[in-house]
C-alpha cells in the first residue's frame, strides 16, 4: 500500500520560498503520475503541478508557471515542489496525490487539471504567504 507524506509547508513573506517534499514509501508501481495540489478556505481545490514517471516535461498551471518547479527523486521516493517568488495568493494547503494508471505525461497533465484519478493523497502542509 502507498503511502504519501507531505513535508516543508510553513510561514513566508511575499517574495520568499519554500520547498514541498512528498515522501513516497511502499510498492510504488512503475506507472505513476504525482501531482500537487493546493486548497485555500474556501475555494475549490487546484491542480498546480504534475510530473510523470515516464520522465516527459512536467506540468504546472499557469498561475504558477515560472515560480513553482516539480521534481522527483527516484532514489529517495520524492517527489518536491520548488516554490519562489510567494504571493499571498499561494496560500493554501497543499497536497500531493499519485495516480497509477499510466506514465504518459500528457494523461498526467490532464488528471492534474482535473483532480481526477488519484487514488492515494498525503495529509497536507500548510502555506501561509503574508504580505
Known amino acids: 500500500q502507498v503511502q504519501l507524506v507531505e513535508s516543508g509547508g510553513g510561514s513566508v513573506q511575499a517574495g520568499g520560498s519554500l520547498r514541498l517534499s512528498c515522501q513516497i514509501s511502499?510498492?510504488?508501481?512503475?506507472?505513476?503520475?504525482v501531482g500537487w495540489f493546493r486548497q485555500a478556505p474556501g475555494k475549490e481545490r487546484e491542480g498546480v503541478a504534475g510530473?510523470?514517471?515516464?520522465?516527459?516535461?512536467?506540468y504546472a498551471t499557469d498561475s504558477v508557471l515560472g515560480r513553482f518547479t516539480i521534481s522527483q527523486d527516484g532514489a529517495k521516493s520524492t517527489v518536491d515542489l520548488q516554490m519562489n517568488n510567494l504571493k499571498p495568493v499561494d496560500t493554501a494547503m497543499y497536497y500531493c496525490?499519485?495516480?497509477?494508471?499510466?506514465?504518459?505525461?500528457?494523461?498526467?497533465?490532464?488528471?492534474?487539471?482535473?483532480?481526477?484519478?488519484?487514488?492515494?493523497w498525503g495529509q497536507g502542509t500548510q502555506v501561509t504567504v503574508s504580505s
Open positions: 511502499g510498492h510504488m508501481v512503475r506507472d505513476y503520475c
Open positions: 496525490a499519485a495516480a497509477f494508471r499510466s506514465n504518459n505525461y500528457l494523461d498526467c497533465r490532464r488528471w492534474v487539471r482535473s483532480g481526477e484519478g488519484f487514488g492515494v
Open positions: 510530473i510523470s514517471s515516464s520522465g516527459g516535461p512536467p
